[in-house]
């Protein structure tokens, strides 16, 4: 099946730092990929997201690239604030048994300090 | 625009009480909806997902049930609830517009004690 890993964290960095969070996929056909982001004690909220090899999402400084030949998405940011402190999730969604179905990583830990 | 509610935000039961989590969704017609449970270590597990009213497909097996009895409800059931059903538990739906990407609620954060 398909699956999605993510770089353990935390990832601890101080504000106005570059930010890199990597993300590969394992999956068949043509996915669509997102990255989501979790505030404490929240849901999930959908950061960006990329449907065909080479689209770029961005959103609030954040960007990520759809690299089918490297099968990566990986999560940047030029400069962090600590309101970015937050948990991130990898995410895709694929057609399986009649239905999309989504597929997270295990989501990793952002810590930005003053 | 659409939304999304779950209820109750937090719950305290003992082992062995039932247990009865709903999610409802307005602004849109026939969602595809998701149950999720994420534990203490962040990672999220799916639960359920329904494509329909009725329809209901289950990830892995457990202690847990979910029905669909209308287009933008969806529940999830525990007959007798166990230690490790504690957790945080989350509704998601997942748009129409051909990206699939998923809209979650609030959140539910359930102690079995």
């Known amino acids: 099946g398909d699956s999605v890993t993510q770089m353990e964290g935390p990832v601890t960095l101080s504000e106005e730092a570059c930010l890199t969070i990597?993300?590969?996929?394992?999956?068949?056909?043509?996915?669509?990929l997102f990255w989501y982001v979790q505030y404490p004690g929240e849901g999930l909220q959908l950061l960006l997201k990329?449907?065909?090899?080479?689209d770029k999402g961005s959103n609030k400084g954040f960007e990520a690239t759809y690299r089918k030949e490297t099968t990566s998405f990986h999560l940047e940011k030029g400069s962090v604030q600590v309101s970015d402190s937050a948990v991130y999730f990898c995410?895709?969604?694929?057609?399986?048994?009649?239905?999309?179905?989504?597929?997270f990583g295990r989501g990793t830990s952002l810590i930005v300090h003053p | 625009s659409q939304t999304i509610h779950q209820w109750p935000a937090t719950l305290v039961q003992p082992v062995g009480s039932p247990l009865s989590l709903e999610c409802t969704v307005e602004g849109t017609s026939n969602p595809n909806l998701y149950w999720y449970r994420q534990a203490a270590g962040r990672g999220l597990q799916l639960l359920f997902y329904?494509?329909?009213?009725?329809?209901i497909s289950s990830e892995v097996p457990q202690n847990l049930s979910a029905s669909r009895p209308q287009d933008r409800q969806f529940i999830l059931s525990s007959k007798k609830l166990l230690l490790s059903d504690s957790g945080f538990y989350l509704c998601a739906w997942m748009g129409t517009g051909g990206i699939y990407e998923q809209y979650f609620g609030p959140g539910t954060r359930l102690t079995v004690t």
């Open positions: 990329a449907t065909k090899a080479d």
């Open positions: 990597n993300c590969t996929y394992t999956a068949t056909g043509y996915p669509s």
């Open positions: 995410a895709l969604s694929n057609w399986a048994g009649g239905s999309y179905i989504p597929t």
């Open positions: 329904s494509v329909g009213i009725g329809q």
